[in-house]
């Protein structure tokens, strides 16, 4: 899910004048981002739509909607509004995961391969592309070839949470390396400390006594 603005509904309701149409925007916005967190999935499909009438080809609010079909069951149409968004915004990483995803649960595992091949080659230095790739090399079962992507993406955005997290979880899961993992979970933790679900992890891996890896490790 994705804001547009930052203007809450909150401003509009308390003031005197009439909305401009970016505020309305981000109000019905807003409301739908509301609905969606409380898992009422039609309701913010409504709102979203109608702010995509007020401000047409929106990335985000094309996202925003896709996502809503998308856990309604409706994948056609969710299909169709996440190749819109990025249409207009190529490089949007949670667009284009949310469209691997898709065509991975529906059997297309080549289609979304060779989409990703395309946006590396387009974009041979995007941190994004390169975790992408690595996601997929999971899903075909090959961990080896995943960390070293989720490297590269690190190497290009020491920052990317996503990139870190799942390395992390490989080497827990796959490789059985758990002090490098824990490393890396402490690491996405430093970048943003408030993932609960992240939290729980390292604690586990406390519990059982793991600690930090060995410089040859």
Known sequence: MRRV?????????????????????S????????????????RAGDD????????PNNPALLYNLGECYDRLGQRDRAESLYRA????????????HALSVLLVENGRFVEAKQMTQ???AREPKLSAAYFEDGWLYEREGNPV????RYQ??????????QALVEMGRVYEEELNRPSRSLKLYQTALDYNPYQPDLVRRVNRLRVRGVGPPHPDS
């Open 48 to 55: 979203f739509q109608v702010a995509l009438a007020l401000s």
């Open 145 to 148: 070839a995943a960390v070293e």
């Open 27 to 42: 109000m019905y916005n807003e409301f739908g981002l509301q609905h969606y967190q409380k898992g009422e999935y039609a």
């Open 5 to 25: 603005a930052s203007v809450a509904a909150l401003s509009f309701l308390i003031s005197a004048c009439a909305p401009t149409l970016q505020e309305r925007v």
């Open 118 to 120: 395309d946006w590396l």
């Open 85 to 96: 968004c990025l249409q207009h915004q190529p490089n949007d990483a949670n667009c284009r």
């Open 152 to 161: 590269q993406a690190v190497y290009y955005d020491p920052h990317n949470i």
